[in-house]
Every structure is written in C-alpha cells, then in structure tokens.
C-alpha cells in the first residue's frame, strides 16, 4: 500500500493533453510517496492512498482538489483499461454539515478523479461513476472524505 501525502494541487483540466502512461506502482514514484503500515491514519487535506486494488482519493473539508501524484497513482488502473477492464469511481463524505451539499461534493469529487483519467487517455465509455449505497463512510470524518477507484 502506498501513500501519497502532498500539499494542495489540482487535477489536470479535461483539455490537457494526454500524459505518458503512469510507471508501474511503487516504481520511480514521486519523493512524496511512503509506505503506510495497516490503519495508518489520513491527515486532513489532499493525498492519495493505494491499498490493494483500490486507489483512495483523499479531500480537504470542503475541497475537490486533488493531489499531486494522480498520474502516478492511477497508473495500474490505466494499464487495466488497457487491457480490457472498466474503471469504477465512487464518492463517499463525512457526515458534518448539509447532507445535500455533502452529496454534491463527492460527486464534484467524482469527476474531477474522472477529468484525470480521462486526461491520461481513458475513454470515457471506459470510466463508470457509481454512487455506492452508503456514501458516508466509518472512521474519521478525513477518511470519509474520499473517493475510490477499482477496475471490473
């Protein structure tokens, strides 16, 4: 499992050209990427966790900023759509504040994980946007904040 924990940084915009495929996982990986032991905890702000098959998208409260090292995190999703699968990207929140504008967000925060997808080169025929059956999440209201991808 990887962490990826960075200041404030954008994703890139739908019309930017198309990066180079992302290196393999833990491969040429930006300085800010270290290893996470089981529970580690999430600061609260932008940062990006891969466990497993699933790549975590961390928020700030508030924020759909994500974090620098997108490109790098979502480079075993790219591959997997390479080679045939489906990305699934789904938002959760935290249950402080309005639960309408909560809902809002995760899915704000959907699509910016999407734009950066799409800016990698993945169709968007390629990319599904579900809203999971629970959006709120146990754990920290950080933790919460977040939005997952995984390949069918």
């Known amino acids: 499992m990887g962490l990826y924990r960075t200041g404030k940084g954008a994703a890139p915009s739908a019309g930017a050209p198309a990066a180079a495929a992302p290196p393999a996982s833990g491969v040429g990986l930006s300085p800010g990427v270290a290893s996470a ?15 497993g098959n699933v790549v975590k998208f961390y928020f700030a409260s508030g924020k759909d900023e994500l974090a620098r ?3 790098e995190a979502l480079g075993d999703v790219v591959r997997g759509v390479a080679a045939g699968k489906k990305a699934v990207i789904s938002g959760y ?5 309005d639960p309408a504008k909560n809902e809002e967000l995760a899915k704000q925060r959907a699509l910016r994980v999407r734009d950066a997808l799409t800016a990698l080169g993945i169709g968007e025929d390629k990319l599904d946007l579900r809203k999971p059956a ?3 999440a146990d754990g ?9 991808v995984t390949l069918e």
């Open 69 to 71: 090292g997108a490109a």
């Open 93 to 97: 929140h935290d249950v402080t504040g």
């Open 134 to 136: 629970v959006t709120t």
């Open 140 to 148: 920290s209201n950080a933790e919460a904040r977040r939005v997952e």
């Open 37 to 51: 032991g089981a529970g580690a905890a999430v600061a609260d702000g932008p940062s990006i966790k891969i466990e």
